[in-house]
């Protein structure tokens, strides 16, 4: 509790006292001026609140998580009397400020303020609130202290970092490897793949499918493709900002991350999401993965989203049976993504799936698939360390 409040409290009493059982001008004067106090107090922190004035920006056009921009903001005092006691506080769950302590406290003379310039460092990508976030101010008796929002907040939309990555070191094994075909137990030189909605049906190798109990397609020469494939599930996992913002960052850094890896390594790659393919094969370092990150800092998940029904309609599509490996990018290692991973491994296909969570119990189960590599990356990993 308030000590100044307990102390004031107890000063009142003792005047009650005085002028009951006393009497006299200076027990009355003490008890009427005792008994205002708290009434000035409020009216002082009324006009603190209607005249208090904050202006807030951003020097940069586009903000970048993880990256500093310079941050100004001014405390003005547009009222009549003098202010003490005030202070601010940051957000920072999902930003921090450089250089100034949030419980500094402020004194503002009539018609003056006061201008400082710090750095604002943004943890995520995303649209959220940034800067001063509350509004503390104590009356000159310290017996009341009043806290509010801050009535104009700083939303700013951050976009993704983009981190250079040397090195697969978590895939490396499955990249290196040569893809283990699957043969036709009967006809050992002849490589056969499960048939896909579209294949040419004059392709059924009906003695490969007697013996697999399903429709099996003969592997041309030449079918076997050097791409990269790269799928990012994009449901929302929750309702609060809180949890799928950090998440969600995370998962299109590691997105971008490989995509450029690969660009770099002159690799085609082709990412699939919900809305369907978001990078063709030919991403060139320069003007065209300049688009692709543009698109993927305006990516948009969604609660709605049936991962289930996206991985069903890339599998009709067919094409990410022609990669030398698929990256699964997701939140968890649901029914969905194991299903995924079988389906791909079935074919021979390298699994490399990177879950993003900060959750230790998600993904507790030992997860051992044949063809498939589970990286397991947190909100705060440094995926130059991960991946």
Not at 130 to 144: N, P
Not at 307 to 323: D, N
């Amino acid at each position: 509790m308030n000590r100044n409040l307990v102390i004031f409290i107890i000063l009142w009493l003792l005047s009650l006292a005085g002028i009951s059982f006393y009497g006299g001008p200076v027990s009355y004067g003490l008890f009427f001026f005792l008994t205002v106090t708290p009434l000035i107090s409020l009216i002082y922190i009324l006009i603190v609140i209607i005249r208090f004035r904050i202006y807030q920006r951003l020097d940069a056009a586009n903000l970048i998580c993880g990256r500093d921009s310079d941050f100004y903001f001014t405390l003005q005092n547009e009222g009549p009397v003098g202010f003490f006691g005030v202070k601010v506080r940051f957000y920072s769950s999902f930003s921090t400020i450089s250089g100034i302590d949030d419980g500094v406290e402020y004194e503002l003379t009539p018609g003056t303020g006061i201008q400082k310039h710090t750095g604002l460092l943004c943890k995520y990508r995303g649209e959220y609130e940034v800067g001063i976030k509350q509004v503390m101010i104590s009356d000159c008796f310290r017996l009341f202290t009043v806290s509010y929002k801050n009535r104009e907040p700083l939303r700013v939309n951050v976009k993704p970092d983009l981190i250079m990555l040397n090195e697969l070191k978590s895939a490396e094994l499955a990249l290196s490897t040569s893809r283990e075909q699957l043969t036709n137990p009967t006809e050992p030189d002849i490589l056969v793949r499960e048939y896909v909605t579209g294949d040419d049906l004059r392709k059924v190798n009906w003695k490969a499918t007697a013996s697999a109990g399903k429709l099996m397609i003969r592997k041309t020469i030449g079918e076997e493709q050097q791409g990269i494939g790269l799928m990012i599930d994009s449901k929302r996992f929750s309702d609060s900002n809180f949890d799928y913002i950090p998440v969600e960052s995370k998962m299109l850094e590691t997105v971008l991350a490989l995509t450029l890896f690969f660009t770099e390594k002159r690799t085609p790659i082709t990412v699939y999401s919900m809305s369907g393919i978001l990078s063709e094969d030919a991403v060139e370092r320069g003007s065209r993965f300049d688009s692709f990150y543009e698109k993927m800092s305006a990516f948009a998940f969604s609660g709605s989203t049936d991962t289930g029904r996206m991985y069903s309609e890339i599998l009709r599509q067919g094409t990410i049976f022609q990669k030398k490996a698929v990256f699964i990018v997701t939140h968890e290692f649901n029914e969905e993504n194991r299903l995924m991973a079988l389906e791909l491994s079935s074919v021979s296909i390298p699994v490399i799936v990177c879950v993003v969570s900060d959750d230790p119990g998600s993904n507790d189960p030992d997860i051992r698939l044949p063809g498939m590599t589970l990286v397991k990356i947190s909100t705060d990993s440094d995926i130059t360390e991960v991946l």
